[in-house]
């Protein structure tokens, strides 16, 4: 089967600096692939290499089968982007927003009204796109990027500025576009959220890919068994069965054990998935990471609302994704 997104020694250079060298990636139709690294890292570079905007030095891109830098148009017709900066037309409202781009596409405004359906903005549908909150303007942006219902799907920050509502929403639809065979490829500057949602994740340092995590391979047994946490002030290990979950909070990653206690720790969602998923640990949600020895029952209260109860005083309840659950069921066999 053909890669929808194929990268084979692909190279950027600006007079003597390597500004991007990455010798092969393939994204096949239906996967979730990210790539990871900081700014000034050769994200930017990769975007505007594979929409065309810019001629690779050596090597190629190539999308759905084609060449961004000759088939542009062609590229268009097919590939949906979700750039960092939303580029919305803040006088226009919500939905005129997205009927001005079906227009634009030649596709009728009906599908402006399923979009504003799937990423939860109907009721904003006659504010100004001007008045969004940030995240709910990340949601309408995404909209636009699906409009066409895209073979190949790019984001760059997918989830800035979005609260957990709005991430759950794009985690959704981008699980559901994968499901439907669309290739998606991930752009950021961190990993949390992404190993719930991806097949694949690629660290980006310098230009160069550097190595690759397999979130749903739990094979490894080299990672530490102990985590580490700081608590008035030293730093203390846990052992993986004492906790009960780890929660992402305003850019804070707390850890909640059997004993009652609320411990921050260093580690990101991100890395501690890395290191508690042999220990039996799931992400349940993209803010919560559950010990599922612990998880004595689960309580669908809506058709697409999920609830865990954990097997402690309080029964503690933690929120289960719709895509999460799927998985869950498939893992678990229930």
Known sequence: MLPMIEIKHLQKVSGTHSLLHIE??????????????????????????????SQPTAGEARLCGLAPCHHRRQIGERVGVAFRDLGLYERRTVRNNLVF?????????????????????????????????PNLARRLAYGRAILHQPQVLLMMEPFSGCDTVSCEILSESIYQKAQAGCSVLILSHEGIGLASLCSAIYSLNQGRLSHVNLPRDHSRHDLPFKIPARQEGQVILINPADLLYAIADDDQTRLHTLQGQSILSHLTMGELEARLGRNGFFRAHRSYL?????????????????????????????????????????LLGY
């Open 24 to 53: 092969s990636l393939t994204v096949q139709a239906g996967q979730i692939v990210a790539i990871v690294g900081p700014v000034g890292s050769g994200k930017s570079e990769l975007l505007a290499l594979l929409l065309g905007q």
């Open 101 to 133: 781009h079906c227009i634009l596409r030649g596709l009728p405004a009906r599908r402006a009204d399923e979009v504003l359906a799937e990423v939860g903005l109907v009721d904003q549908a006659n504010i100004r796109a001007g008045k969004l909150s």
């Open 290 to 330: 559950v010990n599922l020895q612990r998880v004595k029952a689960v309580i669908p209260y809506t058709r697409d609302s999920y609830t865990l109860i954990l097997d402690d005083q309080s029964n503690t309840e933690i929120p289960l994704s719709k895509s999460a659950a799927k998985e869950l069921r498939d």
